[in-house]
Structures are given as C-alpha cells and as structure tokens.
C-alpha cells in the first residue's frame, strides 16, 4: 500500500533525485528550454517555478535560498578556443530571469509535447521552457484634451504600406517604359528592314 507516499519517485535514490531536479532547473534557466520526458518536466516545473519567485524578491535572504537549494554552477562559453566563465546560473536567474518576470504572477514554465519519441524506451518527450514575456501595449485610439473630453483620432497609416504601394507602381512604370523601348525598336528594325 501506498499510504502517505507523495511525489513522483522516478525509479531512483533520494539523492540521485535531488541531484536530478538541480542539474534540469539549472539547465531550464540557463538556456532557457530544455528536451526530457514529461515525468522529469513534471516534476522540475514546480521547483523552476518556486526558483523564480525567489528571483522576483532579489533579496540576499532569497538568493541565499536559491544557492541552498539549487547549488550555484558556473556558465561558459568557448572564447578563442578556450572555456570561458561568462555568468553562474544564480547570477543569471537573479539578474535576467527575476526582472522578466517582475509582473508575473505565476505560471513562468511551460510544457510543450514533442511528436518524437527517444529511442532507447520510447519515453515521450516534451519541451520544458520558460514562458517569454511579451506584453505589447494597445495602440490608444482617444486622446484627451485640455477640457477632459476624449476625442477620437485616426490610426495613421503604416508606412510600408505606401512605401510598398510606390515600390509596386514604379515597378510597372518599368515594365512599360521597357516594353514600349522593345516595341519602338522592333518599329525601327522592320523600317530599316533587318
């Protein structure tokens, strides 16, 4: 019976598993997305996740926190050949992946299934990412004026529009000056008689 046995096991150790849960997260904010099965992403989305909003509080008492539960590892890059230290992945979560997400609340990864299928146990896998954090701002088409009555206004035109209009007229107007020169030409070879 399994009374009282929570949590995803995945056939291995305790410390095997912790050891596991570290190296994904820190590779999830380090590259961003990472490929592996969808019991392992399952099971490393809700500890990414608690990473995150310790990254969003920036605290030293957070960040301390961080590095106790994901450890700190180095991010190189090969420069010239050689391996170069460019970033740690605290550093990293702290300073791009916390303020990204600043405005956020919750849902920072994303699980997205692959149609493939890995070779050696035909295990599905799936995409674990971190979501991108793209809000554009509505286009406001009422302005206000000095006596607090809004007042609508036009969207402008979009300049590639007209700049795409002109370029496929002068287009045509080169097509037509050519044929008109071919067919001037042929008039003149048939006056000539060659």
Not at 120 to 147: I, M, S, Y
Not at 173 to 194: C, F, L, R
């Amino acid at each position: 019976m399994r009374h009282q046995v929570r949590g995803r096991h995945l056939s291995r150790t305790s410390a095997h598993r912790t050891a596991l849960r570290r190296n994904l997260a820190a590779s999830v904010i380090e590259h961003g997305t990472i490929s592996t099965t969808r019991e392992k992403a399952k099971f490393v989305k809700p500890f990414v996740e608690k990473l995150v909003t310790l990254a969003k509080d920036g605290s030293l008492h957070a960040r301390r926190r961080a590095i106790s539960l994901l450890q700190d590892r180095d991010i190189c890059a090969i420069q010239d050949g050689e391996p170069m230290k460019v970033n740690t992945v605290i550093g990293k979560l702290f300073s791009e992946v916390g303020p990204r997400f600043a405005s956020r609340n919750g849902g920072y990864t994303r699980i997205i299934n692959l149609p493939l299928r890995r070779v050696g146990d035909n295990g599905q896998l799936v995409l674990l990412q971190l979501v991108e954090e793209t809000v554009k701002a509505k286009p406001q088409n009422t302005v206000f004026t000095t006596e607090d009555a809004p007042v609508s206004i036009e969207p402008k035109a979009d300049a590639n529009i007209d700049a795409a209009d002109t370029t496929a007229e002068s287009s045509a107007d080169q097509t037509e000056t050519k044929d008109a020169e071919a067919a001037s030409a042929d008039q003149t070879d048939e006056k000539t008689g060659n």
